[in-house]
T-cell receptor, first 110, second 113 residues
Framework: RKEVEQDPGPFNVPEGATVAFNCTYS??????FFWYRQDCRKEPKLLMS???SGNEDGRFTAQLNRASQYISLLIRDSKLSDSATYLC???????????FGRGTQLTVWP | NAGVTQTPKFRVLKTGQSMTLLCAQD?????MYWYRQDPGMGLRLIHY???????AKGEVPDGYNVSRLKKQNFLLGLESAAPSQTSVYFC????????????FGPGTRLLVL
């Protein structure tokens, strides 16, 4: 079983829509959680960290449910520039190791 | 401040040839990583280093070797390239710490014929 599982999509939504991505992780000892964004043919970049209490950054809201080992990302009022692949990332218990989901592809259309 | 740089950006190899990919970071990060990314597979860790002079195996280390002789550089070597090593290779670095972000280089596209 993979460490991190994501729905690969693709998700195709109109501008202004709200879209949610989900992710599950297998190691209950995982310590930190993140969402990264990757544009086509570019490197991944940190979008936001995910905290147990949930956190928000503008139109983006991330939530963590440790009991269910589940992470989510909500994007409100989608923009064309949100089109990208969103990677769910988990830091395991091994020093320095991150585990990446396969990514969920989002396309926002006008 | 260039961040993380990778050399070369693109390379074509024949089966059996060798090459070295260079990663350099100017952020004084302790940790450095090499990943490969294939369609439908996501990012997979090849090798990583938690400090100068130390390396460790990741998920897919076979066919690769690494060295971290200087803190700012992390080299990935392919001794005898195979078509299965055709991929996009990303280097990343981070400070030590649980919440520290990994910063990625722009990637090296490798085609093995």
């Amino acid at each position: 079983r993979k460490e991190v599982e994501q729905d690969p999509g693709p998700f195709n939504v109109p501008e202004g829509a709200t879209v949610a991505f989900n992710c599950t992780y297998s190691n209950s000892a995982s310590q930190s959680f993140f969402w990264y964004r990757q544009d086509c043919r570019k490197e991944p970049k940190l979008l936001m960290s995910v905290y147990s209490s949930g956190n928000e950054d503008g139109r983006f809201t991330a939530q963590l449910n440790r009991a269910s080992q589940y992470i989510s990302l909500l994007i409100r009022d989608s923009k064309l520039s949100d089109s990208a692949t969103y990677l769910c990332v988990v830091r395991g218990s091994t020093l320095g190791r991150l585990y990446f989901g396969r990514g969920t592809q989002l396309t926002v259309w006008p | 401040n260039a961040g993380v740089t990778q050399t070369p950006k693109f390379r074509v190899l024949k089966t059996g040839q060798s090459m070295t990919l260079l990663c350099a970071q100017d952020m004084n990060h302790e940790y450095m990583y090499w990943y490969r990314q294939d369609p439908g597979m996501g990012l997979r860790l090849i090798h990583y280093s938690v400090g100068e002079g130390t390396t460790a195996k990741g998920e897919v280390p076979d066919g690769y070797n690494v060295s971290r002789l200087k803190k700012q550089n992390f080299l990935l070597g392919l001794e005898s390239a195979a078509p299965s090593q055709t991929s996009v290779y990303f280097c990343a670095s981070s400070y030590a710490g649980i919440q520290e972000t990994q910063y990625f280089g722009p990637g090296t596209r490798l085609l093995v014929l």
